[in-house]
């Protein structure tokens, strides 16, 4: 069992999926947890069950490729909760899909945007604070998709997480002397709005395949992510960095 009590930790993507239920399962474990994303809304009611229920939350809404939303975020942490030890940077989506040669640049940009350049911001501005705190841990939340599985039309995605692993390991070549960790989690379809099998025109067999796909036969809950998030952003992962660690129901090393 996890504890994180001491630590104070920023989760983005934390409105829906795996990023709510990571921030979740690390309030529920005595974190206390900077919340992101950009529906105040529902940002509002994760954040109003987590501290009815004894847990210690705020919420700043804004969009992760937007710098100052980035520096907000650890600002937050340390002006609020005396310090930053972690972040799950959990924020992506597939962004402009289909064959190479007509994705349009704009939409090339976006993707990469959304999911490579927002870790480099939020990187660019945790580290320090986590130096400042004597170590900390990074986390961000790649894919098998173009992490260790290529899917066709999804070449913005898969390069945007692949380049995750490169952010990841210079990191924590970087900064491992200050005790900084940095390790990409790596899930498998999970069971959130954004997977394919949950998309409007989604029909039964486009879930058989996607279950089918995974050695276990199925998708992950995003509480099974939210438990490799914990992990890594505990003590029990002190000796953990430079990695990627696969929570992905076998997809990886299907042939
Ligand atoms: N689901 C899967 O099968 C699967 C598999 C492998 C990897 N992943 C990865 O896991 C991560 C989470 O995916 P998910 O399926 O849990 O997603 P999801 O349920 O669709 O939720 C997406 C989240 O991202 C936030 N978001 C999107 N764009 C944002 C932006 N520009 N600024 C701030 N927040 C933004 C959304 O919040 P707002 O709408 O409130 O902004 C929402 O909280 C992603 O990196 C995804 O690539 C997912």
Redo the contacts with the bound molecule.
Sequence with gaps: MHELTTKNVIV??????????IARLLAARGAAVVL????ES??ADVVADITRTGGKAIGV?????DEN?ARRLVDTAVERFGGLDAAVN?????GEAGPLTGISLAGWRATLD??LT?AFLGAKHQVPAMVARGGGSIVF?????GQTVAIANTAG?AAA?AGLEGLATTIAVEYGAQRVRANVL??????????VANAPDATPEVRAHVERMHALGR??S?NE?AQAALFLVSDAASFVTGTQLRVDGGVSIMG
Excluded at 61 to 65: E, F, N, Q
């Design positions: 983005t993507a934390a409105t829906s999926g795996i990023g709510e239920a992101s994303g950009r529906r529902k940002l809404a804004g969009d992760v490729t939303h959990t924020v992506g989506g597939f959304l999911n927002s939340v790649s894919s098998f998709v995605y997480k790596v899930p498998g379809g999970t069971d959130t709005p954004s997977n998708l992950a995003p992510i």
